[in-house]
Structure formats: structure tokens, C-alpha cells
């Protein structure tokens, strides 16, 4: 708990569960205000409780962003950051894959984004200060089996983080985005129940990780928060990986790194 954010409004979109959930969390911990926008309906509303506030929003259709940009300066006043970070995932073969999931994919991963900062750029500008965190992935720079509609959302998130960071500058709005490695969250259960020994997937996924271990949602908030504070104020236009370094290792024959591992745990 501290109060890096004080004073600040911060919007979070698909803050509801997963890693979002955790953002907002971090971010009101550091005394922000923050808004969830997701796909609520009347049922399934949460009650607002102390700096965490919900409200409806799909951020693929532009009505309801602008609804939602309007509630939340009505009720709040402004908005200092914007995390975009709702998101899906379609996991097929490109054979299997239709023109609809693609058209999916894109108006949740790639045309919410952009619809979210389009409306609320001007409140920004209002104040003449603001930071965008996308939440991109590690998919932008490689990518898994069946994800290649996933990929070129999440590459065309990278194009959107260097146009909004260089056309909104002058008017000192910042925007970055954190790429998350293998988060455990229910966007990636389905990849996981591929195989019948859930343990061993796991233990085979983070020996893919330098660091040993697959991401917490808390690893991508405590990334966000410095994105969204003041301590980053130089930083703009850049695609941050949070992922233990698996991007960052060449693939070696199992059979190798497994020698390579004993070794290195070798008294
Ligand atoms: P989850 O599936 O756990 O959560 C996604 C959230 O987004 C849900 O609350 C969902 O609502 C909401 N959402 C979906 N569509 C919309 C929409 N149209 N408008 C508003 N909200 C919407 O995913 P994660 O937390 O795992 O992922 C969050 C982000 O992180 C995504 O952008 C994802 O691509 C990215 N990411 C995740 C990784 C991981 O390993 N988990 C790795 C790399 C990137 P509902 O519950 O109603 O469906």
C-alpha cells in the first residue's frame, strides 16, 4: 500500500477478472481511483466498494465506450490513465479459423484499444497530462501454434503504441505497452487441458522460464503501476516484455537442456 497514484483517475477495461483484476487492484492500493469497465449486465454489476469502481462497457462498440468515457467523468471528474487491457484469445488452426473470429479477435484486442484512447485522449488533453498502458503479449514478437489471428492483434498493438505515443506527446500523453508472458488466468486454461497431466505441463512451462515459474497477474499490476506513474515520465512508445526472459532464450534440444540443467544444479 502506498500512494504512488494519488489523486489520479485510472480506467481500467476487462478489470473484472484475471490480470485486469489484479491492475486495478494495484493501482487503487497506491490510492488511484479506479473504474472497471467490462461486460457487465444487470445481474452481474459488482457493488462498488472503496477506490474500485464497475461499469458497463464492450469496448468494441464505440456507443458504449463513449457511454462509459461520459459516466466516468461525470462521476469522477477525469481520467489520468487508461490501461487497455481486455482481451481474447482464439485458439485454431488457420484452416479451422473463420473470417468471423478473426473480425472478433480484431474488434476486441485491437479496435477496443484504439476506440478507448480515441475517447478518452480529449479528457487527457483537458488536463494536459496521461499515460496509456496496453496490455499486449509476448505474441506480439513470437507466437504459439494456432494463434495467428491472437498474433496480429497483439503485433497490431504494437503499430498502435508508437502512433499513439508520437501523435499524442506534444499534448503530454504517454503511451507503453507490457507484454506478459504465460500468466496463469482462465484466458489460457484451454491450452493447459490439451494434456491429461496437468502437473507436468506445468512443471515443463516454467523450466521454459530463465526465472523457473510462470507469471502472477501481480507480476503484470506492479509493471503497469510504474508505467502509470510519474516515475516513468521518459518513457513512451515502448513494449515492455514481463516474461521471466523466455523470449529473450534460443530453443535447445530438450534432450540438451535437460543436460544443461543437471549441470547446473550439479553440487
Ligand atoms: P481473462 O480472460 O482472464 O480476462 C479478460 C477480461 O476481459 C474478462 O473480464 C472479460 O470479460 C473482459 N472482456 C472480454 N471482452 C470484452 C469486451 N468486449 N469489453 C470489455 N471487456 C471485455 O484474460 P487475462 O486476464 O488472461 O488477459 C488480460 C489481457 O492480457 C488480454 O489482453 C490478454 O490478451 C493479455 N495477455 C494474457 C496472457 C496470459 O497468459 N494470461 C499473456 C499475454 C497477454 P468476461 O469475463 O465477461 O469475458
Known sequence: MGNRLSGKVVVVTGGNRGIGRAI?????????????GDLFDEHSLPVSVERLAFMRLDVTKEASVRAFVD?????????DVLVNN?????????????????????????????LMAKHVAPEMRRVGLGTIVNIGSV?????????????????????????????????GIRCNTVCPGWIGTDLNR???ELHPDRSLVERELAQLHPVGRIGS??????????????????????M?????????????????????RAKLTKP
Open 139 to 171: 505474441e506480439g514478437f513470437m507466437v504459439n501454434p494456432w494463434h495467428t489471428a491472437y498474433a496480429a492483434t497483439k503485433a497490431g498493438m504494437h503499430g498502435l503504441t508508437i502512433g499513439l505515443a508520437v501523435d499524442l506527446g506534444p499534448d
Open 24 to 36: 486495478a487492484e494495484r493501482l487503487a492500493n497506491e490510492e488511484a481511483m479506479v473504474v472497471v
Open 240 to 260: 515492455i516484455a514481463v516474461d521471466g526472459a523466455r523470449t529473450k532464450k534460443i530453443s535447445l534440444p530438450s534432450i540438451l537442456d535437460e543436460e544443461y
Open 71 to 79: 459516466d466516468v467523468i461525470q462521476k469522477f471528474g477525469r481520467i
Open 190 to 192: 484451454s491450452y493447459l
Open 217 to 238: 497477474p501481480k507480476d503484470i499490476a506492479n509493471a503497469v503501476l510504474w508505467l502509470a506513474s510519474d516515475e516513468s515520465s521518459f518513457v513512451s512508445g515502448e
Open 86 to 114: 481486455a482481451g481474447i484469445i482464439v485458439h485454431k488452426s488457420i484452416d479451422e479459423q473463420t473470417g468471423e473470429d478473426w473480425d472478433r479477435l480484431m474488434a476486441v484486442n485491437l479496435r477496443g484499444p484504439f
